[in-house]
């Protein structure tokens, strides 16, 4: 395009664009996004809702708060989440946040960015967390690293069905756990040795236990539970190799009993096929989040509706209920931290958690005990009130447990993702002997603890 | 211009545009040198930056303390060597890799020449149905085996049932698991070597062959004196590629076991996997992923030392 004479700018124009020009900082322009943006790599939820509620709510931040926010789910399947982590914090550039599951805290506590303020005004409103949490996220110096949140966290204690637990071993889950708070007698029955009995007793009716003694996290958490309520830890608190104790060895004891009584090809057991055993129809109890029963209100109604979660059982040492929880945590590398907390810390506000453990059937547990008293869990069908005793509740008089703990993280983290536990109580099945497998652990963890 | 020393000026200019011709030459030669090299150079960065740089970035990783922080030079390689563990997973690398090889070699030679003696369309037909297993994505065919293997659903042992046969823990029992690993790859890379072994019998001059009958030479004096020794360089080859590949294998151990039972079935890639991503020891990982290296580097140096000597020999 051409000037012409027409359209030259006079001097007159010229001066008026230029004190319009003068005058525009003045003006506050609120345009989108104003607060720079933030970017979140959130686990992708198995409850498809799970995910739709999250972006819900954290749109509802950014809008607020003018920060362009960009939500990836990044499923755990295959273990890429895992895998994104670690190329993350070897590249150090990604996401601002990310969502860590278990170990991952420690595995990378060097390169996250404490977050004790966003826990100080959480603890501050909601009461303390639970020790697990204390445990997966904080450094030696007591530092949090990483926020333990809701969305993914997890108890994996038995799910059995109802009817084949009163008809084949007498006991009656539903009274044992009613769907109410009450400490019941039965409660107190419900010990190793009771599972043990009626994983006989299903196992000669046809229906054993779906415990899976393969290396993968249902059956490390189920094997972690056992040896806890022996009080049998592999490694101390303080590094120091316990395996050799008599109390591993009673754990191994009762283990060698057990394992009779599971299917030849438990050892080859993943996270799935527990689930499947218990949908079709297969097992008397599982170890498992709730999953396996939203999965059979889809696919076997009649067995879900014949489902009942409920707590671990009592062993010398305490009842221990496994407990797998997620953690929201910061990298160091993030240029907008201010903002990320400010995320973090709004999406753990109560009426944000239950929304979302709405949304989920549940299946999200808080990781603060003042949030156990949602009524989801109370409403959840079929049958009414099947996950009431899914949370761990004060009268439960049961602790949250992650496998290999007390052991320092890095030594617990090889303990739990070698599957050394479950792996003992497989060489007992194989018919190995409680000495051969001690000394078979006391190798492995040796290595463990270089 | 008396004294001889003249030069006539058509000889000049004749020396002049030859010089001229020669430096235009060379001018030519160094541009299509230039130009092969830009040609190549996407090629040379894709190498140097997805297969040299992460190689020396393993070593230099494999060289460092758990958290990374501290060069501790080979104590990572002399601390794996002392695990049982690792000592089991070397075993069943080199069991996992040299069984597959040897099953895939035999059974694609014989379906091979099952092959070229098809005749005409049908070959093609044939050809393109048995290079199915090949084609499919492993991950993806690996799944499907194990469903088949699984221990709730499986289809094997559901077909054994009905003959009356009790089920059988494919995956549950360290040798069978070891087993149904191995099958596994054996049904995935068959293909290639038939396709390959194909490709190398059609290769051999007929000649060959009729002058072998006319001095009465049978069917096996025919495979073992034409056929092999004119293959042989195809084979060896092969059998190397499909080392190499069979050794890094990941996908199927990863899908199918995930290293059990009781370790029974981890082979280097998966093993590595477990210690460096899943459990946070990245140099740990590194130098068990190197492990290969010098198995393979010593297979490799065997093999194409014999395939040159082979080549020259025929040259000559």
């Known amino acids: ?450 | 211009m008396a004294d001889g020393s003249s030069v006539p000026v058509g000889a000049i200019s004749s020396a002049g545009a030859t010089t001229q011709r020669r430096s235009t030459l060379k001018r030519f030669s160094q541009r299509r040198s230039t130009i092969g090299f830009l040609l190549c150079l996407p090629l040379i960065l894709l190498v140097a930056g997805f297969v040299i740089y992460p190689a020396f970035y393993a070593i230099y990783l494999s060289m460092l303390n758990k958290h990374m922080t501290k060069f501790i030079g080979l104590s990572n390689f002399t601390f794996l060597l002392k695990r049982h563990t690792f000592q089991l997973v070397i075993f069943q690398s080199c069991l996992f890799a040299v069984t597959s090889v040897v099953f895939k070699a035999l059974i694609g030679f014989v379906m091979a020449h099952l092959m070229h003696n098809i005749p005409g369309k049908n070959q093609r037909i044939w050809r393109g149905l048995l290079l199915v297993p090949w084609v499919i994505p492993l991950a993806l065919s690996t799944l499907t085996w194990w469903w088949m293997f699984d221990p709730s659903y499986s289809a094997l042992n559901w077909l054994l049932n009905k003959i009356g046969i009790a089920s059988v823990p494919w995956l549950g029992v360290g040798w069978i698991a070891r087993f149904c690993t191995i099958a596994v790859n054996v049904w995935y890379g068959t293909p290639f070597f038939m396709i390959m072994y194909l490709a190398a019998l059609k290769s051999v001059p007929e000649q060959l062959y009729e002058a072998a009958a006319i001095d009465g030479a049978g069917a096996v004096q025919k495979l073992l004196f034409v056929t092999l020794p004119m293959m042989r360089n195809i084979i060896a080859i092969t059998v190397l590629f499909s080392l190499i590949v069979t050794f890094a294998d990941f996908d199927i151990v990863r899908i199918l076991t995930s290293g059990g039972p009781q370790d029974m079935t981890h082979v280097f890639a998966t093993y590595a996997f477990q210690v460096g991503i899943q459990s946070g020891d990245i140099p740990l990982g590194a130098a068990d992923s190197l492990f290969m290296f010098p198995i393979l580097a010593v297979a490799a140096f065997f093999v194409l030392r014999g395939v040159t000597r082979r080549s020259k020999e025929i040259a000559a």
């Open chain 1, 1 to 450: 395009m051409r000037f012409t004479d027409s359209n030259r700018l006079t001097r007159r124009q010229a001066l008026k664009v230029g004190a319009a020009a003068t005058a525009l900082p003045l003006v506050h322009i609120r345009s989108g996004r104003a607060a720079g943006k933030l970017s979140v790599a959130f686990w992708d939820h198995w409850v498809p809702d799970g995910n739709v509620i999250m972006r819900k709510q954290v749109d509802a931040w950014a809008k607020q708060h003018q920060v362009d926010v960009r939500a990836d789910f990044i499923t755990s399947n295959g273990q890429k989440n895992i895998l994104t982590i670690a190329a993350e914090a070897q590249a150090q550039t990604g996401h601002d946040i990310e969502q860590f599951p278990t170990w991952e805290v420690h595995n990378h506590s060097d390169k996250l960015e404490p977050v004790d303020d966003v826990m100080q005004q959480l603890t501050g409103k909601y009461g303390p967390v639970n020790n697990v949490c204390e445990y997966l996220a904080k450094n030696k110096q007591g530092h949090w690293l990483a926020v333990p949140t809701s969305t993914g966290t997890q108890n994996k204690g038995p799910s059995a069905r109802i009817s084949v637990l009163k008809e084949k071993a007498g006991i009656d889950v539903q009274a044992m756990y009613p769907a109410r708070p009450e400490y019941t007698a039965e409660q107190d029955n419900w010990t190793w040795d009771a599972h043990l009995k009626a994983a006989e007793a299903c196992a000669k009716a046809g229906m054993p236990f779906g415990i899976g003694l393969g290396t993968t996290s249902d059956s490390v958490d189920t094997a972690g539970a056992l040896f806890a309520a022996f009080g049998a830890d592999l490694v101390d608190k303080d590094g120091n190799l316990t395996v050799k104790s008599d109390k591993v060895r009673q754990a191994l004891e009762y283990g060698q009993k057990l394992v009779k009584f599971l299917t030849q090809d438990a050892v080859s057991f993943d996270d799935a096929s527990n689930n499947r055993a218990l949908i079709s129809g297969k097992a008397a109890l599982i170890w498992n989040p709730p999953s396996a029963w939203a999965v059979a209100k889809r696919d076997a109604p009649k067995v879900a509706a014949d489902t009942w979660t409920f707590q671990a059982p009592k062993g010398p040492a305490g009842r221990f209920t496994p407990y797998l929880p997620f953690f929201w945590g910061i990298w160091q590398f993030s240029p907008n931290k201010t903002a990320a907390k400010e995320l973090i810390a709004y999406l753990m506000q109560a009426d944000n958690v239950q929304a979302r453990c709405d949304a989920v059937a549940g299946y999200d547990i808080p990781p603060f005990d003042s949030m156990l008293n949602f009524k989801v869990w109370e409403e959840v069908e079929p049958p009414k009130g099947t996950v009431y005793n899914y949370p761990i509740r004060p009268f439960h008089k049961a602790t949250p447990h992650i496998a290999a703990s007390p052991a320092p993280p890095d030594i617990a983290v090889q303990i739990y993702n070698r599957g050394t536990m479950p792996t003992m109580l497989a060489k007992l099945q194989s018919g190995q002997s409680v000495d051969q497998v001690i000394a078979w652990a006391s190798d492995e963890l040796e290595g463990f603890t270089r």
